[in-house]
């Protein structure tokens, strides 16, 4: 079935260091893939995405790439902050985009 | 705008005992899920619904859980009877899409923290 792989499982980083979570997944076929950002006591909120036919998008200190042939994404977070710290969550849809499947998550801790 | 509504934030009972689990999606959204986060599983995609209608309950543990969408506005998630496996977060997400090739970010509520005793 569809999977979706994420590493590191934790990662420490200090303050104003840049940080990267990267992901693997199986379906072929997908084409859309959103990151979430989880913070204690609170639900995923979407961070940023890409779609299939882009190879980057950054937004501020947040950038994803994705690598379609080898089937791999990753989020790149620069000048990190101590508020960036929580679980991220990648996602990849499968089943022509009426669901997703998601990463285990990456528990990222930043220290000032 | 309004998010994802979800109560209760906190529910602590007895096994054996009925739970029930309420979500008020994004109005307008056309598709809601209901999610299951464990430390063990990460998040476990329980059921969906397009519409109302459940698309996909193939997620759904067991004869126990049940899951309906009576308007766009309400879903509930009921386990009956309950056992202390069930603990866990319970998460509701809605997006506006309707499936198909139609890739659209889902929007999570804060979860129900479900701790069965």
């Known amino acids: 079935g569809e999977n979706v792989e994420q590493h590191p499982s934790t990662l420490s980083v200090q303050e104003g260091d840049s940080a990267v979570i990267k992901c693997t997944y199986s379906?072929?076929?997908?084409?859309?893939f959103p990151w979430y950002k989880q913070e204690l006591g609170k639900g995923p909120q979407l961070i940023i995405d890409?779609?299939?036919?882009?190879g980057e998008k950054k937004d501020q200190r947040i950038a994803v790439t994705l690598n379609k042939t080898a089937k791999h994404f990753s989020l790149h977070i620069t000048e990190t902050q101590p508020e960036d710290s929580a679980v991220y969550f990648c996602?990849?849809?499968?089943?022509?985009?009426?669901?997703?499947?998601f990463g285990p998550g990456t528990r990222l801790s930043v220290l000032p | 705008d309004a998010g994802v509504i979800q109560s209760p934030r906190h529910e602590v009972t007895e096994m054996g005992q009925e739970v029930t689990l309420r979500c008020k999606p994004i109005?307008?959204?056309?598709?809601l899920f209901w999610y299951r986060q464990t430390m063990m599983r990460g998040l476990e995609l329980l059921i969906y619904f397009n519409n109302n209608v459940p698309i996909d309950d193939s997620g759904m543990p067991e004869d126990r859980f049940s899951a309906k969408m009576p308007n766009a506005s309400f879903s509930t998630l009921k386990i009956q009877p309950s056992e202390p496996r069930d603990s866990a977060v319970y998460f509701c997400?809605?997006?506006?899409?309707?499936?198909?090739?139609?890739?659209?970010?889902?929007?999570f509520g804060d979860g129900t923290r479900l701790s069965i005793l």
């Open positions: 890409i779609r299939s036919n882009v």
């Open positions: 109005s307008g959204h056309n598709s």
């Open positions: 379906d072929s076929a997908s084409n859309y």
């Open positions: 997400a809605s997006t506006p899409g309707s499936g198909g090739l139609n890739n659209q970010p889902q929007h």
């Open positions: 996602a990849a849809s499968f089943n022509y985009g009426q669901n997703f499947v």
